[in-house]
């Protein structure tokens, strides 16, 4: 019977079903409503505080995986509470497919969805990211 047991809990654990890879701190990332560009963010420090103005590098890339020519905004809103941010960003393109956005800054705890919108010359897509603010 315990060799019965052990040869059960051995086939479940290389069963090959595994549960995704944790997030890494301060790193969203996503494909597109449209499925054209692969999106990544950034945060600058990854765990930004409560009221305190931090930076985003937007990445995008093509379905090849190359860094995609595109224009990038970049937006942050609370969803479900109908509004956004209290400061307005600049953003400065800092290679092919890489924007650095700063003077970002969560007046409240929750959930924050990151809206980016990216065209390049041949296409365009769009992704929200969610982030959730701790109440620190």
């Given at each position: 019977m315990r060799r019965l047991l052990a040869y059960a809990l051995l086939l479940a654990a290389c069963s090959g079903e595994r549960e995704p890879p944790a997030p890494i701190a301060g790193r969203l990332a996503g494909t597109g409503s449209e499925g054209r560009y692969r999106f990544e963010l950034v945060l600058d420090p990854p765990a930004p505080r409560l009221g305190e103005r931090f930076a985003v590098e937007t990445r995008i890339y093509d379905a090849s995986g190359a860094p995609a020519d595109a224009e990038v905004r970049l937006d942050a809103t609370m969803p479900e509470h109908g509004h956004?941010?209290?400061?307005?960003?600049?953003?400065e393109r800092v290679g092919i497919g890489t924007w650095r956005s700063e003077g970002l800054r969560f007046h409240m705890p929750g959930s924050w969805a990151f809206q980016i919108h990216a065209k390049g010359t041949a296409a365009e897509d769009t992704i929200d990211l969610r982030f959730e603010q701790p109440p620190r």
């Open positions: 956004g941010m209290q400061t307005v960003p600049s953003h």
